[in-house]
């Protein structure tokens, strides 16, 4: 029901991607009728739309539009990217064809077959003055295209498989931001799974000097419209970067006579609409913290 009343995803009507149609409805029909009405009717309707060629033409468009439109509003990872990918698995098999013969002659050593090998004229073309010579031109050529074909396969197939070999210990080089301890987790498509809300962001600046206290905008010397909600707020590492990051604006503003800053921050969240809670220790200095 929360789909059907326009709950579950409210706000993304002042998404860029919306821009276009913001010239004709308003953001409350985006966020009702666009997002969550159309999201269901393509949710229920896209697979069957990919099965017939009928209507493949207009599932094709509508999935491309909506992957794209994803990795614009979500952090998503490589979901959509991902999906749109496997999208051609739904055209007839011999699409690579087609699609080969599109291309410029060039590439035809890397491409797929353009026709059935059994009547493909290099392989079967004949001379009647000569049949010798024509058939061992058509051996050798033969004989090349499969060498080069092979190669490129077999390249392509170790390069797939050292990659599928890699990732699952790739973790310390792409860590990603994985709620503490969901380790690969980061991997996975989370959206509707985790919804944040703010409550409350207290900065409190501690001149260990004097040991007078201060407090900051949250969000100060972040660029952007968003920075009171960014996603700084949400994450360990980010936190102790903007720490580390304030503590050096301080030491850098003379005027201010701060030298040893301590920093502490206050964080109050609540995620999937359960109670508020503190998410961060009020009297550790993240500064110094590790």
């Known amino acids: ?29 985006i966020d009702l009728y666009m997002v969550h009405i159309s999201g269901l009717i393509f949710d229920l309707s896209e697979g069957f739309l990919l099965l017939f060629d009928k209507t493949r033409p207009a599932g094709l468009l509508f999935g491309s539009m909506f992957h794209l439109m994803n990795s614009q509003m979500f952090h ?19 699409w690579p064809r087609r699609l080969s013969r599109a291309m ?14 059994r009547v493909d004229v290099r392989f079967t073309e004949r001379s009647e003055n000569d049949n010798t010579v024509t058939e061992q031109r058509a051996d050798e050529c033969e004989e090349r295209y499969v060498y080069i074909r092979k190669t490129f396969l077999i ?11 890699f990732l699952p210990w790739s973790h310390f080089i792409t860590q990603g931001y994985n709620a503490w301890t ?20 207290r900065v409190e600046v501690v001149d260990m000097a004097t040991n007078a206290s201060h407090f900051l905008i949250p969000g100060v010397w972040i660029a ?34 701060i030298s040893n ?11 999937n609409g359960r109670f508020q809670q503190r998410m961060f220790d009020p009297k550790v200095d993240l500064v110094k913290a590790p």
């Open 261 to 271: 800053p301590a920093i502490n921050f206050d964080i109050w969240r609540f995620m």
């Open 76 to 94: 998503i990872g490589m979901f959509p990217w991902t999906m749109l990918a496997t999208m051609p698995f739904f055209l007839r098999s011999d």
């Open 155 to 165: 390249g392509l197939a170790s390069v797939y498989v050292a990659v599928q070999l």
């Open 224 to 257: 952007g419209r968003s920075r009171k909600r960014a996603r700084w707020s949400s994450h360990p590492d980010m936190i102790k970067q903007y720490a580390t990051c304030l503590a050096r604006k301080l030491r850098d503003r003379a005027e201010l006579n």
């Open 1 to 29: 029901m929360d789909w059907m009343s326009g709950y579950s995803m409210t706000g993304l009507s002042k998404k860029w991607v919306f821009d276009p149609f913001r010239l004709l409805v308003s953001n409350e029909f």
């Open 182 to 201: 969901n380790g690969l987790y980061g991997y996975s498509w989370d959206m509707m799974v985790h919804s944040w809300s703010t409550q409350h962001i």
């Open 104 to 117: 410029p002659a060039c590439f035809v050593y890397f491409l797929p077959l353009r026709d059935d090998p």
